[in-house]
């Protein structure tokens, strides 16, 4: 199984960035993306259930978007009005297992600058 995320860079505050997570190797499962600043935690940003409902951690909410597209194997996240405090690299993640996701991309950085 294999996960590639791609569009991450450097912005500056209140820009928008989307990043892209193309998977293979599964079928579609529940996925997700997190985040990892520099010294802290990897964190929850978005989830995507098989039901179709999302769930964002609270920092995020109104600014991102999680979305897929089954026919490209891809899952998305829009990320607008961005913040300096959503500086970190981004992870997508799928197949959750007792609790833990199996599968992670190697992750993309984003930078807000200003």
């Known amino acids: 199984v294999h996960l590639v995320e791609s569009g991450g860079g450097s912005v500056q505050a209140g820009g928008s960035l989307k990043l892209s997570c193309v998977f293979s190797g599964t079928s579609f499962c529940e996925m997700a993306w997190y985040r990892q600043a520099r010294g802290q935690e990897r964190e929850m940003v978005a989830i995507?259930?098989?039901?179709?409902?999302?769930i964002y951690t609270d920092s995020v909410k109104g600014r991102f978007t999680i979305d897929q597209d089954r026919s490209r194997d891809a899952l998305y996240l829009q990320m607008n009005n961005l913040k300096s405090e959503d500086t970190a690299v981004y992870y997508c993640a799928a197949c959750p297992n007792s609790g833990q996701y199996l599968y992670w991309g190697q992750g993309t950085q984003v930078a807000v600058t200003g």
């Open positions: 995507l259930k098989l039901s179709g409902t999302e």
